[in-house]
């Protein structure tokens, strides 16, 4: 609507300024002191809807970093409070403020309708997304009342989609050491065929947003979650930290994505 009021009017500046050539100087003075009251309005309207969209984006709620549930040394001795406290206040908060900047950035490119440069935030908006979604996740998954085994329908539903509770926790233990790199693995739920899965991804791409699998327990193998404790030797920990899984938040992670 606004480019078409645009068009109009640089129509009527032609038109006058072509009537002013036919009828001589004093209508031509005219004719431009009326051009440049439309041009004034022109740019007060432009000045008006880019304030709007500055308003717009200033007023999109930002990401922020979630407060644990627990302190960061609760989960001691399998994951020491340096690591806890330097993951969530350093690693995660840096997705989060990575993120917010990001975004930003794509709304200003969206605002100038300019694509290459939306093409090119994709690369940061997965990674920085991903990280935050995942560490999300991560730190509700885990508890200093965790370990053991789940209950009630998610015990149901793992043996009959692995067998039992042990061949599940070794195939998913086993998936997750052998991520290349950094990354995550994942026991997941596939809402098509209504069963469990183990999945991998590298770095911090989304479990859900990138294989369409819903994230139920994840575990970080980026070496941030246990380099300092567990050094290079990352199945302890990976050992280790099922002694804090949180299984009533597995389970209504289940609950949520069968719904």
Request: glycine fraction near 8%.
């Amino acid at each position: 609507m606004m480019v078409q009021s645009v068009n109009l009017k640089w129509l009527s500046f032609k038109g006058s300024y072509l009537l002013a050539r036919a009828h001589g100087s004093g209508y031509l003075l005219r004719s431009i002191r009326n051009m440049l009251s439309r041009l004034g309005q022109i740019r007060r309207c432009a000045a008006s809807l880019s304030q709007s969209i500055n308003q717009i984006a200033a007023s999109r709620q930002k990401h922020t970093l979630p407060d644990l549930t627990y302190d960061y040394g609760a989960l001691e001795p399998h994951i020491c409070a340096e690591i806890m406290q330097l993951h969530h206040s350093k690693h995660h908060a840096t997705y989060v403020n990575n993120l917010n900047v990001t975004e930003e950035k794509y709304q200003e490119a969206l605002a100038k309708g300019d694509v290459t440069a939306q093409v090119a935030l994709q690369p940061a908006l997965k990674f920085n997304g991903g990280g935050h979604i995942n560490h999300t996740i991560f730190w509700t998954n885990l508890s200093p009342n965790g370990g053991g085994e789940p209950q009630g329908e998610l015990m149901e539903a793992i043996k009959r989609d692995f067998g039992s509770f042990q061949k599940m926790k070794e195939k998913m233990s086993a998936a997750t050491v052998a991520v290349q790199g950094s990354g995550w693995g994942w026991l997941s739920y596939d809402k098509e065929s209504g069963r469990l899965h183990i999945a991998a991804c590298a770095n911090q791409d989304p479990l859900q947003g990138t294989t369409g699998l819903i994230p139920l327990l994840g575990i970080d193998v980026w070496e941030h979650a246990y380099y300092l404790q567990y050094k290079n030797v990352r199945p302890d920990y990976v050992k280790a930290i099922w002694n804090v899984i949180n299984w009533e938040n597995v389970s209504d992670r289940l609950q949520i994505a069968k719904k």
